[in-house]
């Protein structure tokens, strides 16, 4: 197809304009200072301990400060809080007294900013670190649609659906790449709630599309669909309407992992392979101390069949999850475990092609097998403390050497929306957690359980969004904070209002009776089994969540405390009765 003059001319005249002057990136703010020798004594710190930076200068409306800067420069935001939070959790962090680092958009050329890096930071030496107001984190709000339909192109492909707006837009980014025509339709209706559906292309006709679906089967894009405009034209005015009759807001999530969890299970998270493109159908996280310490075992947890590389008598945290890529369809199943340094020197890597990559802040030597038509990656760090198993599905030797490429970096589990909002739920440490969790599950809810449920209304609304639970034992007492993640405040308050009647229209009695929780609507029930009553928990929901807080061992106002102690309420702004 040839280019017309206009687009022609445009393209000849951003060739000769400096690129750095389209190049934002975002970076990690370690410091702010109005004097410079300050500033400098900072980066020569960071300088020497192998973590670059540079000092911008900014003129705010307090003043000019001087701004430390990482220089490792992030397309994405997310990516850049995941740094920061490193930088914040390492001793390096504590020792420079780096306690308010947030991150920005700066120019990624800096020729005229950046700072020579010399001399040694000076251990005894006072620096004044001049805080500035800090910037908020930005809330996730829905928008209109900002696509036009076109009557006379009514055609398309409908590549595939999502339930958050984020991934969608992840993906039609990687589509626009291949020169595909993506974009993303945001609908609304009862029964399924909001979708974010991925589309290519817009023809006159049936058999023009035809075309583009077969080019997306070429690249391995198989499961598309022909879509026709009069399908989701109305539901896109509907999702207009509802945006426009208020804000619909979604929690952007916890960027820094909990200190109710053990160092060994931070240190898992913080080095568990992740890859932007692989989103996560399910995930388990385990403390085996703390499940050494109480009267469950280890081996209760079926992990045999996927541990390749083990020492779990010795081992602190494990972590296992199996990823997919909604476009390609190939999947992987992660398994991390860690221990004490030593804890996998008896384990030998069998026979296989060698490899070696840098997984954060460590470097793996793997062996690769293949296995019929899969590919597994075998491996651990230089001081046998880091253990890892990864099986590839459906990929071929160079397309997963890709994805391990693209898989170990500055990055940590946190770059995946539904782990940061899941972290968003866990409580505090408290009496109740303090050296009591034992494991962390998450998993994107299907089809079969709305089938399970009946088909009920709620249940429809459910399919596709998230559902976490997490387990605690204190003292042999266990109790579990199981929630469902809805995405957004107004699916959560739709959802369970329906929950909330179907326990009025049960009726109250001393079993089952509303409660508040931080002065929202709650309700508290026995659950009935056997001709006993064998659990207790108390429901709620509060901004895109709906909560259920469980034990056999604590009672109504106990159930109640942990759900007030979940971090959750820290980032609620309006208490909605």
């Known amino acids: 197809m040839k280019l017309c003059f206009k687009r022609l001319l445009c393209i000849l005249l951003l060739s000769f304009i400096p690129f750095y002057l389209f190049c934002d990136a975002w970076f990690v703010c370690v410091g702010s200072f109005k004097q410079k020798e300050n500033a400098q004594a900072l980066v020569n710190a960071l300088s020497s301990e192998q973590y670059p930076a540079y000092i911008l200068e900014a003129q705010t409306p307090n003043g000019l400060y001087y701004r430390v800067l990482l220089e ?63 910037p908020q984190e930005e809330e996730l709000v829905l928008t209109e649609n900002e696509i036009s339909t076109d009557a006379e192109k009514p055609y ?7 339930k958050e707006e984020q991934i969608a837009e992840n993906d039609r980014d990687r589509l626009r790449k291949k020169d595909i025509d993506a974009y993303v339709v945001k609908t609304f209706d009862e029964d399924e709630l909001f979708s974010f559906d991925l589309h290519a292309g817009a023809f006159e006709t049936e058999e023009e599309t035809e075309e583009l679906q077969k080019k997306l089967e070429d690249l391995g894009i198989d ?13 896109m005015e509907v999702y207009n309407e509802v945006v426009q009759s208020g804000e619909v807001k979604a929690e952007y999530g916890n960027t820094t992992i909990p200190d109710s969890l053990s160092e060994a299970v931070q240190e898992n998270i913080r080095q568990f392979p992740v890859n932007r493109d692989f989103q996560i159908e399910s995930i388990l996280i385990f403390d085996f101390d703390n499940i050494r310490n109480t009267n469950k075992s280890v081996y209760e947890y079926d992990l ?43 384990n030998e890597l069998p026979e296989g092609k060698k490899i070696q990559f840098k997984a954060n802040e460590k470097v793996l030597d793997c062996v690769l097998i293949q296995e019929s038509d899969n590919y597994i990656i075998l491996g651990k760090d230089k001081d046998n403390s880091l253990a890892v198993t990864m099986y ?81 034992n204190k003292n042999e007492k266990d109790f579990s904070v199981s929630f469902f993640d809805l995405d957004y405040d107004y699916n959560a308050k739709k959802v369970h209002g329906v929950f909330m009647n179907s326990h009025i229209l049960a009726g109250i009695d001393s079993n089952s009776y509303p409660v508040k929780v931080n002065d929202m609507n709650g309700w508290y029930v026995k659950v009935y089994h056997n001709y006993s009553y064998i659990n207790k928990e108390v429901s709620f929901s509060v901004n895109n969540y709906i909560i259920a807080v469980n034990s056999e061992y604590y009672d109504c106002n106990q159930l109640i405390d942990i759900s007030e102690s979940l971090q959750i309420w820290s980032s609620v702004n309006e208490q909605v009765k």
């Open 156 to 162: 398309s492909v409908l590549v595939h659906s999502y």
């Open 392 to 472: 590839g599905y459906g990929f071929t030797e160079e397309q997963f050497l890709d994805f391990l490429n693209n898989s170990f970096n500055d990055s940590s589990l946190l770059i995946y929306p539904q782990i940061r909002k899941s972290l968003c739920v866990l409580p505090e440490e408290n009496d109740y957690t303090k050296n009591s969790f034992i494991s962390f599950y998450l998993s994107q809810i299907g089809n079969d359980y709305a089938e399970e449920k009946g088909y009920a209304d709620w249940a429809i609304a459910i399919v596709g969004h998230w559902n976490s639970k997490i387990i605690y």
């Open 304 to 346: 045999k069949d996927i541990r390749k590389i083990s020492n779990l008598e010795m081992s602190h945290a494990g972590s296992f999850a199996f990823y997919k890529d909604n476009l390609f369809g190939n999947s992987v199943l992660v398994y991390l475990e860690n221990g004490d340094k030593g804890c996998y020197v008896e």
């Open 223 to 235: 499961d598309t669909k022909i879509s026709h405009l009069d399908e989701y034209e109305q539901k």
């Open 72 to 134: 490792e420069a992030y397309e994405y935001k997310e990516d850049a809080l995941l740094k920061r939070d490193v930088i914040l959790s390492i001793p390096l962090g504590k020792q420079l007294k780096i306690t308010g680092a947030w991150v920005m958009m700066a120019p990624y050329e800096r020729k005229v900013l950046k700072v020579k890096n010399q001399g040694k930071y000076i251990e005894n030496k006072e620096i004044s670190i001049i805080p500035e107001p800090e």
